[in-house]
Antibody, heavy 117, light 110 residues
Framework: QVQLVQSGAEVKKPGASVKISCKASGYTFTSYFFHWVRQAPGQGLEWMGL????????TYGHKFQGRVTLTRDTSTSTVHMELSNLRSEDTAIYYC??????????WGQGTMVTVSS | QSALTQPASVSGSPGQSITISCTGTSSDIGGYKYVSWYQQQPGQAPKLIIY???ERPSGVSNRFSGSKSGNTASLTISGLHVEDEADYYC??????????FGGGTKVTVL
């Protein structure tokens, strides 16, 4: 079946970087864009950016410009999200999601990132 | 890009209809048909329930419907069920080729 499976929870210190993976299966990887969304504890959803898996072209949210990097590996049908210079406010669940019909129809299970000294 | 504006909470009794608004600008909701809605149950990933303003994905109840007028999109839940209690988010494409969520609305079934 169509699914996105994300890597496991991470605990990082302030100033460090985190890299989360999102592996797609059940469909042609290059047919749909991927979005990354995060949700801080008790808060709403926040869009971070997207990547076109065909050519690797990315678009980032203004808030994350310079700190987030999205990449893809077509050989493993995996997209990655790296967030650098972490601070406590980056503690959140991070989701990848597939963009179909200009909406997010399939979501990963989420990856909890905790930033704490 | 500021978040789209949604009411923090909406409530209704079983069987009633409720409507959640999502207000943006001509640079997002008002300028594009790419408005979608998501339902998020506690501890779960969001689920797509409406796309392209008013289209329902296969498998989503027809009690959910969407519309748009000017810079405001709306989600209506008809015949409210207890299991509809959840958080709901709108989502829109923007002029700067980015995307933006609404702040979210908590629906309570009384």
């Amino acid at each position: 079946q169509v699914q996105l499976v994300q890597s496991g929870a991470e605990v990082k210190k302030p100033g460090a970087s985190v890299k989360i993976s999102c592996k797609a299966s059940g469909y042609t990887f290059t047919s749909y864009f991927f979005h990354w969304v995060r949700q801080a504890p008790g808060q709403g959803l926040e869009w971070m950016g997207l990547i076109n898996p065909t050519g690797g072209r990315t678009t980032y949210g203004h808030k994350f410009q310079g700190r987030v990097t999205l990449t893809r590996d077509t050989s493993t049908s995996t997209v990655h999200m790296e967030l650098s210079n972490l601070r406590s406010e980056d503690t959140a669940i991070y989701y990848c999601a597939r963009d179909s019909v200009e909406a997010l129809d399939i979501w990963g299970q989420g990856t909890m990132v905790t930033v704490s000294s | 890009q500021s978040a789209l504006t949604q009411p923090a909470s909406v409530s209704g009794s079983p069987g009633q209809s409720i409507t959640i608004s999502c207000t943006g600008t001509s640079s997002d909701i008002g300028g594009y048909k790419y408005v979608s809605w998501y339902q998020q149950q506690p501890g779960q990933a969001p689920k797509l329930i409406i796309y392209d303003v008013s289209e329902r994905p296969s498998g989503v109840s027809n009690r959910f419907s969407g519309s748009k007028s000017g810079n405001t999109a709306s989600l209506t839940i008809s015949g409210l069920h207890v299991e509809d209690e959840a958080d709901y988010y709108c989502y829109s494409y923007t002029l700067s080729s980015t995307w933006v969520f609404g702040g979210g609305t908590k629906v309570t079934v009384l």
